[in-house]
């Protein structure tokens, strides 16, 4: 089973900057359960969204139209690691943000991920 850990997030005005980072462990780690990696999103009051997503094996990226231009997407897969890099953040953003990671599916549905990280709190306010 993969174990994901995740780091960064925190308060951030509005305009400003935050990166995520997420590693993927486990004993032993198949590389092809992180065939795709990313992130989804949950505010208070909604349904959990897809943020975006990467592959393995040649890097492809997809972002949700809301985070289009503005959010980053990248993997060092030496170290099983993907990062999101946020930048110029809106109220809207606000939510907590899960780490994924699963073999293959359809990028946008939470049931292509069969591992989740914790959740980190992101808050972008004045």
């Known amino acids: 089973q993969v174990q994901l850990t995740q780091t960064g997030g925190g308060l951030v005005q509005p305009g400003g900057s935050l990166r995520l980072s997420c590693t993927a462990s486990?004993?032993?780690?198949?590389?092809?359960?992180?065939?795709?990696m990313g992130w989804f999103r949950q505010a208070p009051g909604r349904n959990r969204e897809f943020v975006s997503a990467i592959t393995r094996t040649d890097g492809l990226t997809s972002y949700s139209d809301a985070v289009k231009g503005r959010f980053t997407l990248s993997r060092d897969n030496a170290k099983y690691t993907v990062y999101l890099q946020m930048d110029n953040l809106k109220f809207e953003d606000t939510a907590v943000y899960f780490c994924v990671a699963g073999n293959n599916g359809n990028w946008r549905f939470p049931s292509t991920y069969e591992s989740w990280g914790q959740g980190t709190q992101v808050t972008v306010s004045s």
């Open positions: 486990g004993r032993p780690l198949n590389p092809l359960d992180t065939n795709l």
